[in-house]
């Protein structure tokens, strides 16, 4: 089973970094693609970075290209999304999930969710 459990989220100023953690409590991850994807108030949840098992293959939503990396660790079933410059319009829960990795930047390609972490970009 893969229980999904993400951490670093909080308050950032406009311009302003964070790294959200995504751990796993379960089983190995090391063979599922792993997403971050974000649900802003009263907008549906959308893809933002996704991670190939191998971390070869990474994707990006044309909104945080240039400005989130994301990463994993498979040796401490972790995976990573650091977020820099960020603004005003990032400001959502951001869920990690896996998968089996056909579909990288599509929510039917993730049978595993997180509970989320809470992003606010504020000054």
């Known amino acids: 089973q893969v229980q999904l459990v993400e951490s670093g989220g909080g308050l950032v100023l406009p311009g302003g970094s964070l790294r959200l953690t995504c751990a796993n409590s379960g089983r190995s991850f090391s063979s599922y693609a792993m997403g971050w994807f974000r649900q802003a108030p009263g907008k549906e949840r959308e893809f933002v970075a996704a991670?190939?098992?191998?971390?070869?293959?990474?994707r990006y939503a044309d909104s945080v290209k240039g400005r989130f990396t994301i990463s994993r660790d498979n040796a401490r079933n972790t995976v990573y999304l650091q977020m820099n410059s960020l603004k005003p319009d990032d400001t959502a829960v951001y869920y990690c999930?896996?998968?089996?990795?056909?579909?990288?930047?599509?929510?039917?390609?993730?049978?595993?969710w997180g509970q989320g972490t809470q992003v606010t970009v504020s000054s």
């Open positions: 991670i190939s098992w191998s971390g070869g293959t990474t």
């Open positions: 999930a896996a998968g089996e990795g056909v579909y990288l930047t599509q929510r039917i390609g993730y049978g595993y």
